[in-house]
C-alpha cells in the first residue's frame, strides 16, 4: 500500500467521519421534529444515555454472549484447518467428500439452532456448536483449498534444495496456504456471533440474544439498539482481530495486495 | 475447486499391482461422471448411519435414521409444502427487493467519487456487522406477517450486492474508457457497452454470495416472529421433540438455498456466458 501522510489521512477520513455524523444528526433531529414516539424510534441520544444507565447489567450478558462465540470459533478452528491438511494429503478423500461438504455448506447452519435446542437445552453448548458449525465451514474449504494449491514448483525447488518432510511441511506448505486460511478465517470471525446470537434468540437463559428479546417485549427500543449496538462491537472486534492476526502472520502477503480488493 | 491436481489425473508413478483400483477408476471414468465417488460416499454414510441407530437402539426423538426422516418427509409433504412456498415467497421477494435497491444505489456510489468516499468506508462496516441482530426489532416494527421476513431477508442480502456493485462499476481499466471515447461513444453507449459489461462478473459474485443468504434471512425471521414457514414449522416441531421431522424440513430448506443458488447461477451464465466460459478455461 502507499503510504499516506497524516493530513492525507485525516482527509481520507474526514468523509466517512462526516457521513455518519450527517446521519446520526438527521435522526436525532428527524425523530424528535416528527415526534416519533420512543418504543418505535427512539434518537440516538437516549440510546447511549439509555446504554450507558443500564451498562452494569448489560456488562454480564456481554461475557457470555462473547464467551459462546469464542469458543464456538476457536473449536471451529482447531477441527477444521487440520482436517482441510488432511485433505489435502489425500486425493482420495478429496474426491469423495469434497462436493459432499460444499453441498453441506449450502444447508442453511442456522436451521441446527432448534434442534441442538432440543438435544443439549437452554445452556451455552448448543450456542456454542452452533457457532462451531457456522465457523466450521468456510475455514475447512479455504485451508483445504490453500493447502492443495501449492505451486509444484516450489516442491521442486525444497526436494532439490534437500528440505526434509517438516521443513517442506513447515516452510512451503503451511507458507503458500495461509493466505487461503485466513480468507476463511476472517469469514468464520465474521459470522461468530450471527451463530451465538441466533441461538440465543430461539431460547436462552443469559446472554445479549435474551437481553434483546426482553428489552423489546418491554418496548425499551432505546435499550434495545444499544444491545445490538452491543452486538455489533463484538462482531466487528472478531473481524478486525481476525484481520490483525493476519497482518501480522502474512504480512508479506498482507502488504503485497492491494487496499480494498478483498469484499467478503 | 481443486479437480485438477496433476496428482489425481496422471498417477503413473504408483504401483502398477493395483489393478483393481485401476478398474474401478476406469468403470468411472467410463461412467463419465464426476459425481460418482460422492455420491457413492453419500450412500454409504446414509447407510452407516441407519446402522448406527438400529444396532445401538438410538431412541428416535433424538436421532432417527434416515428411513425415518425419509418416512416422515412424505407423510408430511402437504404440510411441508405449505410453509415451504410461504418460505420461499418471502426469501424471493426479500431478495428481489434487495436487488432492486443495492444496483441502483452501488452505480450511483461508483459514479459519484464524493459519495463514495463518505458511504463506501461505512458500508464496509456494516457488511461485517451480524446483521441477523436487527431482525427482533424489525419483527417488533412489522408484526408477524409477510412484511418483516422480507425485509430481514433484504437487509442480508442488501450489502454483498451493494459492495459488489460499487466495485464492479468502479473498477475500469481507463484504457478502455479512453478508447471508446475517442472512438466518439455517447455517455449511454459508455454505459451499456462498456461499464455495465464490465461490471457484471463481480456484480454476480455478489448476487450469487446473497443468494444462499436469502433463505437464511427468512428462516431466522420466522424463528424468531414467525406463524408460517418452514422456520416457524421446524422451531414447532422440535419443540414436541420430532427430530425425524425436523430433519425432513431442514432437507426441504437445503432445496430452497440450492434453487436459489443454482438460479443465480443460470442466470450469470445466460447473462454473461462471454464471462463464464472463459473462467471455465481458466480453471476458476
Known amino acids: ?264 | 475447486m481443486d479437480q485438477r491436481d496433476p496428482r489425481v489425473a496422471g498417477n503413473t508413478t504408483e504401483a502398477s499391482g493395483r489393478a483393481a483400483r485401476t478398474g474401478v477408476r476406469w468403470i468411472l471414468g467410463w461412467l463419465g461422471l464426476p459425481f460418482v465417488q460422492p455420491i457413492l460416499t453419500f450412500l454409504f454414510l446414509l447407510v452407516l448411519w441407519q446402522l448406527i441407530i438400529t444396532i445401538f437402539a438410538v431412541p428416535q426423538y433424538l436421532f432417527p435414521g434416515p428411513i425415518e426422516v425419509i418416512q416422515r418427509g412424505i407423510q408430511a409433504t402437504p404440510k411441508i409444502w405449505d410453509n415451504y412456498s410461504t418460505t420461499l415467497r418471502s426469501a424471493a421477494l426479500g431478495y428481489l427487493l434487495a436487488v432492486v435497491v443495492a444496483v441502483p444505489g452501488s452505480l450511483i456510489i461508483a459514479y459519484s467519487a464524493f459519495a463514495e468516499k463518505s458511504l463506501f468506508p461505512g458500508l464496509v462496516l456494516l457488511h461485517m456487522t451480524p446483521k441477523v441482530t436487527l431482525a427482533p426489532i424489525i419483527i417488533a416494527w412489522l408484526g408477524f406477517g409477510v412484511l418483516p421476513k422480507v425485509v430481514v431477508t433484504a437487509l442480508l442480502c442488501f450489502m454483498p450486492i451493494m459492495l459488489n456493485g460499487i466495485l464492479g462499476f468502479r473498477s475500469i481499466d481507463p484504457e478502455i474508457v479512453y478508447l471508446s471515447r475517442s472512438c466518439g461513444a455517447r455517455p449511454w453507449e459508455m454505459f451499456w457497452k462498456v461499464r455495465l459489461p464490465n461490471a457484471l462478473p463481480i456484480l454476480f459474485t455478489g448476487l450469487k454470495h446473497a443468494a444462499s443468504l436469502a433463505l437464511v434471512g427468512a428462516v431466522i425471521a420466522e424463528f424468531i416472529g414467525g406463524n408460517h414457514g418452514l422456520g416457524y414449522y421446524l422451531v414447532t416441531v422440535m419443540d414436541n421433540m420430532q427430530t425425524d421431522l425436523g430433519l425432513a424440513i431442514m432437507t426441504a430448506m437445503t432445496t430452497i438455498g440450492l434453487a436459489f443458488f443454482f438460479g443465480i447461477q443460470f442466470i450469470e451464465e445466460l447473462v454473461i456466458p462471454w464471462h463464464v466460459s472463459k473462467r471455465r478455461v481458466e480453471g476458476r
Request: with cysteine; proline share 5%; charged share 15%.
Open chain 1, 1 to 264: 500500500m502507499t503510504s499516506l501522510s497524516l493530513a492525507e489521512r485525516a482527509r481520507e477520513a474526514s468523509y466517512p467521519v462526516g457521513a455518519a455524523v450527517v446521519a446520526l444528526a438527521l435522526w436525532e433531529v428527524g425523530v424528535r421534529l416528527f415526534k416519533v414516539p420512543r418504543f418505535i424510534l427512539p434518537p440516538p441520544t437516549s440510546i447511549v444515555t439509555e446504554g450507558l444507565s443500564r451498562a452494569s447489567s448489560i456488562t454480564p450478558h456481554f461475557w457470555i454472549t462473547s464467551y459462546e462465540a469464542t469458543a464456538g470459533l476457536v473449536a471451529a478452528i482447531l477441527v477444521a484447518i487440520p482436517l482441510g491438511l488432511t485433505f489435502s494429503y489425500s486425493s482420495f478423500l478429496r474426491r469423495s467428500f469434497y462436493p459432499l461438504f460444499v453441498f453441506i455448506d449450502e444447508v442453511p447452519k442456522i436451521a441446527f439452532a432448534p434442534i441442538l435446542i432440543t438435544w443439549f437445552g437452554f445452556g451455552l453448548e448448543p450456542k456454542m456448536i452452533l457457532t462451531f458449525i457456522v465457523c466450521f465451514f468456510p475455514i475447512f474449504l479455504n485451508s483445504m483449498a490453500g493447502f492443495s494449491a501449492i505451486e509444484e514448483e516450489y516442491i521442486n525447488l525444497g526436494r532439490s534444495a534437500g528440505a526434509r518432510e517438516w521443513e517442506m511441511f513447515w516452510k512451503i506448505r503451511i507458507h503458500s496456504a495461509l493466505p487461503n486460511v485466513f480468507v476463511g478465517l476472517k469469514m468464520a470471525a465474521a459470522s461468530a456471533m450471527t451463530g451465538a446470537v441466533v441461538a440465543e434468540f430461539l431460547a436462552a437463559d443469559r446472554g445479549l440474544g435474551l437481553f434483546l428479546q426482553k428489552a423489546l417485549s418491554q418496548l425499551n427500543m432505546a435499550l434495545g439498539v444499544a444491545t445490538i449496538v452491543t452486538m455489533w462491537v463484538i462482531g466487528l472486534a472478531f473481524f478486525y482481530g481476525m484481520t490483525l492476526i493476519e497482518s501480522w502472520a502474512i504480512r508479506w502477503h498482507v502488504s503485497k495486495r492491494g487496499g480494498r480488493r478483498e469484499i467478503l
